[in-house]
């Protein structure tokens, strides 16, 4: 499985990103598909996932404001952000999980600054 991370930028505080990720190679047998983040000094954390049943789940930090969806057809995961905070400011990673094993994309970084 490889994955391609898009969508990131600067925003302004209160503004909207759309995060892709393209996947490719095998999908037989992915779980779950997750976005991560990792902010300058921090450590890397969960920010939403989606199974392969459409059941998502929420940091508590987000919730509310983003939206984690799939696009099966094109094998592309989703992550909508809305009213972005400074402190969503971080690099984001897409992530499948198959068979047990965890797949990386590359990072794509959200900026968000006034």
């Known amino acids: 499985v490889q994955l391609q991370a898009s969508g990131g930028g600067l925003v302004q505080p209160g503004g909207s990103l759309r995060l892709s990720c393209a996947a490719s190679g095998s999908m037989r047998g992915i779980d779950l598909m997750a976005w991560y983040r990792q902010a300058p000094g921090k450590q890397r954390e969960v920010v939403a996932t989606?199974?392969?049943?459409?059941?998502?789940n929420y940091a508590d930090a987000v919730k509310g404001r983003f939206t984690i969806s799939r696009d099966s057809a094109k094998s592309t995961v989703y992550l909508q952000m809305n009213n972005l905070r400074p402190e969503d400011t971080a690099v984001y990673y897409c992530k499948a999980l198959r068979y047990g094993f965890d797949y990386w994309g590359q990072g794509t970084q959200v900026t968000v600054s006034s």
């Open positions: 989606v199974t392969n049943r459409g059941i998502t």
